[in-house]
């Protein structure tokens, strides 16, 4: 499965749109892209996820680049509670998922 | 919630003592995984299942761990002579069916060893 890269931490105002980056260069051509959140002492959460296309439900929206190296979770309009660990995740075939470190989203009023 | 429990919520305990933690996953979903998660790390994947069997093992998981779904329904966890680096959340999560990915995580168990 493809390995990920993420900013480390991440700043965001209350009411503005969170636009979180992934890095995904050795994504494969069967393999999805997945967003999960942690909240902290919580289990992480399912946001959403991808293949190609781009995709929003309720949550958030999920930007795909046309080459799939790459992808942004944009929540639009980021309240305090979406304050978490941010977890972008590729994954194809395999049973093992790997989790790298997330992105902390600090959202400040 | 999720509709996946875990028991204990946390658990202490001696160095060499051997421990048991309990995943009841949401009733439909055949499969499930057990992850690690240190401070600051994101879950580390120790082991899944499909119905009741062990499909995959992480090579990180030392003799000590083993992990059991006798009935394709709960799973167990067991650490055996737990050491200090044991320390962290175990969390286990699961899904329905053989293709979707989207895990449903449960609150997790965290263990201190002293």
């Known amino acids: 499965d493809a390995k990920t890269t993420q900013p480390t931490s991440m700043d965001c105002a209350e009411g503005r749109a969170a636009n979180l980056p992934c890095n995904h260069s050795?994504?494969?051509?069967?393999?999805?892209v997945y967003w999960y959140r942690q909240i902290h002492s919580q289990g992480p959460q399912y946001i959403i996820h991808?293949?190609?296309n781009n995709e929003t439900n309720e949550m958030a929206s999920l930007i795909i680049t046309e080459d799939r190296k790459s992808s942004t979770l944009i929540l639009p309009h980021a309240t305090l509670r979406d304050t978490a660990v941010y977890y972008c995740?590729?994954?194809?075939?395999?049973?093992?998922?790997?989790f790298g470190a997330g992105t902390r989203l600090f959202v400040k009023a | 919630d999720t509709g996946v429990s875990q028991n204990p919520r946390h658990k202490i305990t001696k160095r060499g003592q051997n421990v048991t933690f309990r995943c009841d996953p949401i009733?439909?979903?055949?499969?499930l995984y057990w992850y690690r998660q240190t401070l600051g790390q994101g879950p580390e994947f120790l082991t899944y299942?499909?119905?009741?069997?062990?499909?995959?093992k992480s090579r990180l998981l030392s003799d000590r761990f083993s992990a059991e779904r006798p009935k394709g329904s709960f799973s167990t966890l067991e650490i055996q002579r737990t050491e200090q680096g044991d320390s962290a959340m175990y969390l286990c999560?699961?899904?329905?069916?053989?293709?979707?990915?989207?895990?449903?995580f449960g609150p997790g168990t965290r263990l201190t060893v002293t």
């Open positions: 995740i590729v994954y194809g075939g395999g049973f093992k998922t790997i």
């Open positions: 050795t994504i494969s051509g069967n393999e999805y």
């Open positions: 991808g293949l190609k």
């Open positions: 009733s439909e979903h055949n499969r």
């Open positions: 299942f499909q119905n009741e069997a062990q499909l995959e």
């Open positions: 999560a699961s899904l329905p069916g053989t293709t979707n990915r989207e895990q449903y």
